[in-house]
Antibody, heavy 118, light 113 residues
Framework: EVQLVESGGGLLKPGGSLRLSCAAS????????MSWVRQAPGKGLEWVGR??????????DYAAPVKGRFTISRDDSKNTLYMQMNSLKTEDTAMYYC?????????WGQGTLVTVSS | DIVMTQSPDSLAVSLGERATINCKSS????????????LAWYQQKPGQPPKLIIY???TRESGVPDRFSGSGSGTDFTLTISSLQAEDVAVYYC?????????FGPGTKVDIK
């Protein structure tokens, strides 16, 4: 069964840092492109960024609101996707989902909640 | 960035009736070299992650009931639920994957009348 499980969310103050993880199983993670998508409470979906597979260059792309503050990485030996989030702002408060990126996103994890508040 | 809009914001349909959701992109998401529209649809129920239902604008994801269909090309797209069931109550989002940043529509909430 294909499964994505996010972890690492929490409550922190503006300016803080956090690293999210996404553990993948049930598919060949090494070949997969992966994305992070977030959803602020009661709001719509916002793509955050993606990382390609290493065989496709392993490059990253980010949405403008997070570029320079968030860094996506992967450890294929652990089947795990990461997102380092620095200089967090209140507007980064959201549920963060990881998803397998085919252009479309499928499947999705259950999400991990990040709350940034003073 | 490609801006995605959806209409209506919400709709209420009687059980067994048709529900139609429109999605419009600010520029074409049709890639001429392969004649494919880079457009997906998702269903999100409360407290759950989104679920893919349609990709390439009209290809139904495996396991999705055939009452769900997608149509359109270029900049104008439609998701149709041919006979609304109680379990279809959800928010529906369109998404373009023609270019990064990938962008979503604001969502359409579907309820039972």
């Amino acid at each position: 069964e294909v499964q994505l499980v996010e972890s690492g969310g929490g409550l922190l103050k503006p300016g803080g840092s956090l690293r999210l993880s996404c553990a993948a199983s049930g598919f060949t993670f090494t070949n997969a492109w992966m994305s992070w998508v977030r959803q602020a409470p009661g709001k719509g979906l916002e793509w955050v960024g993606r990382i390609k597979s290493k065989i496709d260059g392993g490059t990253t792309d980010y949405a403008a609101p997070v570029k320079g503050r968030f860094t996506i990485s992967r450890d294929d030996s652990k089947n795990t996707l990461y997102m380092q989030m620095n200089s967090l702002k209140t507007e980064d408060t959201a549920m963060y989902y990881c998803a397998t990126d085919h252009g479309w996103f499928d499947p999705w994890g259950q999400g991990t909640l990040v709350t940034v508040s003073s | 960035d490609i801006v995605m809009t959806q209409s209506p914001d919400s709709l209420a349909v009687s059980l067994g009736e048709r529900a139609t959701i429109n999605c419009k992109s600010s520029q074409s998401v049709l890639y001429s070299s392969n004649d494919k529209n880079y457009l997906a649809w998702y269903q999100q129920k409360p407290g759950q992650p989104p679920k893919l239902i349609i990709y390439w604008a009209s290809t139904r994801e495996s396991g999705v009931p055939d009452r769900f269909s997608g149509s359109g090309s270029g900049t104008d797209f439609t998701l149709t639920i041919s006979s609304l069931q109680a379990e279809d109550v959800a928010v529906y989002y369109c998404q373009q994957y023609y270019t990064t940043p990938f962008t979503f529509g604001p969502g359409t909430k579907v309820d039972i009348k």
